[in-house]
């Protein structure tokens, strides 16, 4: 059938710098005449030859500059951060991270000082790449773990100023590298790259604050193959030769646009039309501008173009013929109504998570079934468990998600618990809780499709982005009006997800005045966090916080309670 097809062999000794750009690893590299990454902005690309060039001398010149040794074996002794919205030089920054045997550790461009300043600790980066307009906040940060002022670098950006005064960028250490002798090339033993960390991205995974995902190089490839071979079937009946032009919209900081939009089209020698942020009309005229054939969204997204079908007809959208979504849920009803509105594209979805690497499942062309995240990719094994733990094997019941794959990731650093919690030994290997609720169909053309009908873990998707209720409450917890407190999920049309917080008021509140207070708590998470953690979804004051006897809130009694209310 369609889906068939089975993974032979996942290289494990080859690092994401090399993978398909050189062919010092056997395999054949892509064309030189490629241009992978396209400024959608200025319309500058970025060819194979150039990118190569870049990545070797950056890494030249980032190790002279901030003092890493190349090709050593002490990974975690070289972390840096990279801080910035989207960019041409984005991957190129952490390619030649990798090729120094060091760590990439993306941060969203949103993030405030502080959200920042968690991540360069958790990660214990030494080094930070940021573009001139979040200098400020990347400085504040910085200050606050002792980070040499000398290593943060400058990555510059269309439309902003090309230096900062007395930072090194991206093109004085590509220029100084240009001049210094080559690297060795990276060897590492089967055993070794398969352990090998390439990217530490941040997950709240099921429970308590975000914590660093080790996700290896492998577990990178893995995925892309995986993607690749689902998905070869249906360019192959396109026509031969074909290529995605696709979106680089989502965060290269999210594993979403990290390895199933990057990564993927790297290797399969796509254009990626990168733009740095969400702006409607310019999302709609660089489709037009560079016939974006392939666009990769959120449920958000898609939303905004239903609602707003007269703006869309005034771009020329011919070139598309598929959208793919995922990050969070699609309801069925919207995707029947994109879908019509859009009859000549195909709407997929894909299901996965930071700790799968990406995807676990995706959509054929050739069966969609719209609601559905579509079917698991093959090298992905899956269990449904029901609260008790029993496994469940019918089809249409609801049960946990776990998943054993070659791009589950390494875990969590630093972090036995939450580890112990998420990633569990079972007689048939090794799997990871979803905390997703989950149900197999079958779907009318006889495909087993996954269903992700509910979420049991903590976590709420605001766009499609992370917000750790256990962050949140962390922070409502530092106001002196707050005695205890609760957060959760509320639904909201344009956002999928909103957090919403529980307050119980201390004895010490100066004011009987709620609105006062509820101001005060709402400006404390504002000027702490990004935007999507803010608390949109309101604050109410109740006089109890529930809790299990072992003193876990009950997030989810709280959530069940406030789904009935709204619905009366
Ligand atoms: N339906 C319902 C979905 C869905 C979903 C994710 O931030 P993370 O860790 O990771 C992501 C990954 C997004 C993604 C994976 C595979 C893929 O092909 C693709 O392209 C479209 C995107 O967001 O959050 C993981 C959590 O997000 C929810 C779910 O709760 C999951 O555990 N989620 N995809 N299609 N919910």
Not at 304 to 330: E, H, W
Not at 446 to 464: F, M, P, T
Request: glycine share 6%; with cysteine; aromatic share 6%.
């Amino acid at each position: 059938g369609p889906l068939a097809g089975s993974l032979l062999e996942i290289p494990d000794t080859v690092p994401l710098c090399d993978f398909r750009l050189d062919e010092r690893h056997g395999r054949r590299p892509i064309a030189e005449s490629l241009d992978p990454f396209v400024c959608g902005i200025s319309g500058r690309t970025v060819l194979v030859p150039q990118l190569k060039d870049r990545v070797d001398h950056l890494a030249k010149g980032l190790a002279q500059h901030v003092g890493w040794v190349a090709n050593d074996g002490t990974e975690f002794d070289k972390v840096a951060v990279i801080f910035a919205p989207n960019t041409i030089d984005t991957l190129t920054i952490s390619w030649a991270i990798h090729r120094l045997n060091g760590l990439s550790s993306p941060a969203n461009a949103v993030y405030s000082a502080e959200e920042l300043q968690y991540q360069l600790d958790i990660s214990r980066a030494t080094v930070l790449f940021t573009v001139p307009s979040l200098l400020p906040i990347a400085l504040r940060a910085a200050s606050k773990c002792n980070l040499n002022q000398d290593h943060v670098i400058i990555c510059e950006m269309p439309g902003e100023p090309q230096s900062s005064k007395g930072f090194r960028t991206v093109s004085n250490l590509i220029e100084q590298g240009a001049t210094l002798p080559e690297l060795d090339v990276l060897r590492w033993t089967k055993a070794q790259g398969r352990r090998q960390t390439a990217f530490l991205c941040f997950s709240s995974g099921t429970s308590g604050t975000p914590k660093a995902v080790m996700i290896s190089h492998y577990n990178v490839i893995a995925n892309v193959l995986q993607i690749q071979l689902f998905e070869q079937h249906m360019r192959d009946a396109i026509e031969p030769g074909y290529r995605d032009v696709t979106l680089g919209l989502m965060p290269f900081s999210h594993i979403y646009g990290l390895v199933a939009i990057c990564h993927i089209a790297v290797y399969r020698g796509d254009s990626i039309i990168v733009l740095p942020k969400f702006v409607f009309k310019d999302f709609l005229a660089s489709i037009e501008r560079f016939k974006i054939n392939t666009l990769s969204v959120v449920p958000p997204i898609i939303i905004t173009m239903v609602k707003n079908k007269a703006l869309c007809d005034q771009f020329n959208l011919t070139s598309v013929r598929q959208i793919m979504t995922g990050a969070a849920p699609l309801g069925q009803e919207t995707a029947q109504e994109f879908a019509s509105q859009y009859s000549n594209w195909v709407t997929r979805q894909g299901y996965g998570m930071t700790e799968t690497a990406t995807a676990v499942t995706n959509t054929s062309p050739f069966d969609v079934w719209l609601g559905s995240s579509g079917c698991l990719l093959s090298g992905v094994e899956a269990k449904l468990l029901s609260p008790e733990g029993t496994e469940i094997s019918a089809y249409n019941t609801p049960g946990e998600l776990l998943v054993k794959a070659p791009s589950v990731v390494l875990g969590y650093l630093n972090n036995p618990k939450a580890n112990a919690e998420t990633f569990v030994d079972m007689a048939d290997g090794r799997f990871v809780k979803t905390g997703d609720e989950v149900e197999f169909r079958k779907s009318p053309a006889g495909n087993e499709h996954v269903w992700v009908v509910d979420r049991i873990k903590e976590l709420i998707k605001v766009k499609g982005l992370q917000v750790a209720p256990a962050e949140l409450e962390a922070c409502l917890l530092e106001h002196l009006a707050v005695a205890d407190c609760a957060v959760i999920p509320v639904a909201d049309e344009r956002a999928g997800e909103l957090p919403k917080a529980f307050v119980v008021k201390s004895a010490a509140v100066a004011t009987d005045d709620e609105n006062v207070v509820k101001q005060s708590i709402l400006k404390r998470v504002e000027k702490a966090k990004s935007r999507h953690k803010w608390l949109a979804g309101g604050v109410e004051f109740v006089d109890i916080i529930p809790k299990s006897p072992s003193g876990k809130i009950l997030r989810r009694l709280l959530r069940d309670l406030e789904r009935e209310r709204r619905r009366d």
